[in-house]
């Protein structure tokens, strides 16, 4: 889910019946009103107030649904919802360092991995959301001293799959857990960066300065050469801070393949005796002095190619201050002798990927090229085993991730992200149960439409309402945001259309019958099956499928025709005659005007739940889902025609002829290149 379009609104006072949130706001929401309510219908949710700065939205153009333009006054997680790490669990980002997860946001570029034939490689991907909440915590703690922190739900990366922190709530204790047996894929623990400091400056400069050419001009000006931009910009910016005049040469960037250049201009000293004096090796360097002079010392001389991190040196000297310096930090290494007595002597550090992420976190090069990991195979490098496993007896607020490739890397290990908020789409399975804990409150949706349809540039699109997420979900009954809604696009005479599950339409109905009448409006109702039992299972927090088609019903009497969307067909459950006939007899009882048959279709989010649900429930029918869903999150198209067919049948025999083929209501399919979704059953 995306906020780039909210806005937080001031606390004006708290509605009827309501009292202000105690958990913390979601990380994308800073500001916002939080409340809970005092009535055991909506006993532990949490509703964010916000102000909308746009309530049009543009579906994207790849998406294969039938219409352009949506309005979601409402948006809430889905109930797979799981939270991950404390905020201060540093991810490794695609520039090589490190940021702390409660500061990542969507649009940065992090590592994840992809396998890629033998081996799951790194790669770089885009965090697509970020958000947070309070959950019960963990401590998981590892040989080599690794402590995250995490919520029970989340899954890290472990030599056999997928492991959760903890057991699953009572009936779901049999997902693959964390167990002391288990050890983790990944680098172990990040290094936290140097902290900036006039000793870690001047280590800096005795590096650069006495590595990388200076070469005195003769008239005051001193000038070094060094191959990275990125380091002649920081050599300026430290010689700055040690009261140097300096300056990159007039003409922007150097050209591709040509070193960069620093101009340093010394103020009142003749023959740069300042810069002198910045090179001189200091009687007794403490820690903060010996990490800027290693990253100087790789900015100025060293290299990182193919795995392999390599620092030069002109002569002994120099060669033994900076082992001294790897020393000094644990670090191994091997010293290369050059073939020629011209040549750079080299310095191998030894140790592998860890060494190097530790190396160039530890000490801050400030080149970020040498530092890509992408393409590297992951590995189990470090001592990574679990030993210890523990609640930590309180709720904290714990953050999590959407990102491209399914996983981020958190304190050197690689962990799964949450793929709740890609699931929101009304048609997944467990739409249903979008009565969620986090719901954010759109409460200005009225007034910000009525805007926006007054706009020169609108011109009378349709609008599908109830796509994302129901619009007539039950808190809807305490803030009435849809009233406001329909009276504008009544006044503009502007066609909409409303997808619910929600009885509390009916409360609306005088106004849908006036904008009926000066406007094309669409309604339907979701009702996948008629089971009961099945039903509680699988949609509590949805009315009852009766319920729905008594709705259905006082609709049509009313004069506003209704069709139904009959999802999701479950495969094993409600796809066989006898389901379908009752089910299409219900509907056309109800006097829908059409029904549209959806095969179940299992996106990340939805369809881990239903695989805990289904092995739990039916583990009969694990075999048949891993076969229908080997590919992907839909079901084959075979099987798809064969639904619409049967449905089509039955449909006829009781009079209601209209029957869509459910393809045309399918969400967007996965971008070309990206990989597959795949259906996991335990």
């Known amino acids: 889910m995306r906020w780039e379009n909210l806005s937080a609104p001031p606390d004006e006072g708290l509605p009827d019946g309501s009292a202000p949130a105690t958990p913390p706001l979601p990380l994308a929401l800073p500001g916002a009103v939080a409340r809970t309510f005092d009535t055991p219908g909506f006993a532990g949710m949490t509703f964010y107030e916000v102000r909308a700065k746009s309530i049009l939205?543009?579906?994207?153009?790849?998406?294969?649904?039938?219409?352009?333009?949506?309005?979601?006054?409402?948006?809430?997680?889905?109930?797979?919802?799981?939270y991950c790490l404390s905020g201060d669990t540093p991810i490794l980002m695609a520039d090589g360092r490190t940021k702390p997860i409660e500061a990542v946001r969507p649009g940065d570029r992090i590592y994840g991995t992809r396998r890629c034939g033998t081996y799951r490689r790194y790669v770089v991907t885009t965090v697509l959301d970020a958000w947070s909440t309070v959950k019960p915590a963990y401590r998981v703690t590892l040989a080599d001293g690794t402590s995250l922190v995490a919520g029970g739900d989340h899954r890290f990366l472990t030599e056999r799959g997928w492991k959760y922190v903890a057991a699953g709530p009572p009936g779901n204790a049999r997902r693959p857990r964390l167990t002391t047996s288990n050890r983790l894929l990944g680098t172990g623990r990040f290094t936290a960066p140097p902290k900036p400091s006039p000793g870690y400056r001047r280590g800096y400069l005795c590096a650069v300065l006495g590595a990388a050419g200076v070469a005195d001009t003769g008239d005051g000006r001193v000038r070094l050469t060094l191959a990275d931009d990125e380091a002649a910009d920081r050599s300026a910016r430290f010689l700055a801070g040690e009261g140097v005049r300096a300056r990159r040469p007039a003409g922007g960037p150097t050209a591709p393949g040509r070193p960069a250049t620093a101009t340093v201009v010394v103020?009142?000293?003749?023959?740069?005796?300042t810069v002198t004096e910045l090179a001189r090796w200091p009687a007794q360097p403490a820690d903060g002095w010996w990490l800027g002079f290693l990253a100087g010392a790789f900015d100025a001389r060293g290299s990182c190619r193919q795995g392999v991190l390599r620092i030069g040196a002109r002569d002994d000297a120099t060669v033994e201050r900076v082992t001294a310096g790897l020393r000094r930090f644990g670090f191994t290494w091997v010293r290369e002798e050059p073939r020629a007595p011209t040549r750079l002597r080299q310095v191998r550090l030894t140790g592998g990927l860890p060494a190097r992420l530790r190396f160039f976190h530890l000490t801050d090069p400030a080149a970020t090229r040498p530092r890509s990991i992408e393409g590297a195979a992951?590995?189990?490098?470090?001592?990574?085993?679990?030993?210890?496993?523990?609640?930590?007896?309180?709720?904290?607020?714990?953050?999590?991730?959407?990102?491209?490739?399914?996983?981020?890397?958190?304190?050197?290990?690689?962990?799964?992200?949450?793929f709740a908020r890609n699931s929101h789409t009304y048609l997944d399975?467990?739409?249903?149960?979008?009565?969620?804990?986090?719901?954010?409150?759109?409460?200005?949706?009225?007034?910000?439409?009525?805007?926006?349809?007054?706009?020169?540039?609108?011109?009378g699109a349709p609008v599908a309402m109830g796509t994302n997420v129901d619009c007539y979900q039950r808190v809807e009954g305490r803030y009435r945001l849809m009233p406001p809604i329909i009276e504008a696009l009544r006044d503009f005479a502007n066609p909409f259309s409303i997808l619910t599950k929600g009885t509390l339409i009916l409360r609306d109905l005088p106004l849908l019958r006036q904008a009926a009448e000066v406007t094309?409006?669409?309604?339907?109702?979701?009702?996948?099956?008629?089971?009961e039992a099945l039903w509680r299972a699988v949609e509590p927090g949805t009315p009852s499928p009766r319920r729905r088609l008594d709705a259905v019903r006082a609709l049509t009497d009313a004069g506003l025709p209704v069709g139904v969307l009959m999802a999701p067909v479950l495969p094993g459950l409600t796809d066989d005659d006898e389901s379908i006939e009752r089910t299409v007899a219900a509907i056309a009882a109800a006097g829908a005007t059409s029904v549209t048959p959806l095969a179940l279709h299992l996106r990340p989010g939805a369809r881990e739940w239903y695989a805990h649900w289904l092995a739990r429930e039916f583990p009969r029918l694990v075999p048949r889902y891993r076969q229908l869903y080997r590919s992907g999150a839909y079901a084959p198209q075979a099987y798809q025609r064969e639904v619409t067919a049967r449905v089509r049948i039955a449909a006829r025999r009781h009079g209601l002829h209209r029957v869509a083929a459910g393809d045309d209501h399918r969400p967007p399919e996965p971008p070309a290149g990206a990989a597959p979704e795949q259906l996991t059953l335990l």
């Open 378 to 418: 992951l590995k189990c490098a470090g001592d990574l085993r679990v030993v210890r496993i523990e609640p930590l007896g309180l709720a904290l607020p714990l953050w999590d991730l959407t990102t491209g490739t399914g996983d981020f890397i958190a304190d050197g290990v690689v962990s799964h992200n949450c």
């Open 429 to 459: 399975l467990d739409a249903g149960a979008d009565f969620d804990r986090k719901v954010v409150v759109k409460v200005n949706a009225g007034e910000l439409l009525r805007r926006e349809l007054a706009a020169p540039k609108w011109r």
């Open 267 to 273: 103020t009142g000293q003749p023959g740069g005796e």
């Open 520 to 531: 094309r409006v669409g309604l339907a109702y979701s009702v996948g099956f008629v089971d």
């Open 57 to 82: 939205n543009r579906v994207p153009g790849t998406s294969r649904v039938p219409f352009q333009w949506t309005v979601n006054p409402y948006r809430g997680c889905s109930h797979a919802c799981v």
